[in-house]
């Protein structure tokens, strides 16, 4: 399939999905304060003050900045590795379930068509719990309406879901339909599922310092404010814009940071969990379908 690239001038003006909304206030408030120091120098007063570059080195400053929004990007990666092994990890389980459990009563099948949903519902009740949203309906049509009920009530719906699936499979292990290599087998992969919730959760626990926060954003506050009486005496009128276009860099470098740093939500730069657990329900749809080639009595 060939992606078409979006147009480079199409995407450098797009708004949605930008940072614009969240800074453009403080962008204007500087370019304003910008303004108001050239009308003072045209005034004669003593504003102009080019030593106040050196109270707060810009490379300092940029390296803040750096590692500010280096760690977040690490957050967002860590956050798609975890959710993209996830998505592997339920295709390989729903995968071996269909083909290896075997079906020694005409309801067998129906119970592993149970299971494989059960792990559908697991992706989408890790994306709820990710969001503290409550359960919904898109977890209420595929489990059981007694389980759906107990679930409503629980603290950590995807383990609790990950419990009945590892408890299916040792039923299908103590009435034969796995061996004991299998059932390890597919008890690990389980165990991988739940490693991935957990490391979503101290993503989603674990914010910046907020030291570290705090004292960004008072460097950025007094750099912005210092530039003009740094600028002032070669820029003249152009003071504001510049400060402005300045301000722009800096804050929206901050903001991405921030926006960026719990992907979980439904902002546009935040990973797209309703996409993948769609299609991790019709991954599985698709793998229901198949009927293996040889079964097992």
Known sequence: MVIEKPQWFKTAFQIKGSVITAIYQRVILTGAFGVLVSILYYSKVPVSQPILASVIPSIVLGLLLVFRTNT????????????????????????????????????????????????????????????????????EALIPESKYIKLKIMNNPPLEIAFWISDYLQQQYHRNCLNSYQVASLQELLNILVDNLGACERILKTPMPLAYAIHLKQLLFLYCFLLPFQIVENLGWWTGLISALVSFTLFGIEAIGLEIENPFGYDENDLPLDTICKTMKRNIDDIISLTPSVQKS
Not at 73 to 96: D, H, P, V
Request: with cysteine; charged share 30%.
């Open 72 to 139: 977040a990007y690490e957050r967002f990666w860590e956050g798609r590795k975890c959710w993209g092994s996830m998505a592997n990890t339920i295709r390989n389980l729903a995968r071996q379930i269909w083909v290896c459990v075997d079906e020694k009563r005409p309801e067998d099948k129906d119970n592993k068509i149970d299971a494989l949903n059960l792990l559908a519902a697991f992706g989408i009740a890790t994306k709820l719990h990710l969001r503290s949203e409550p359960i919904n309906s898109d977890l």
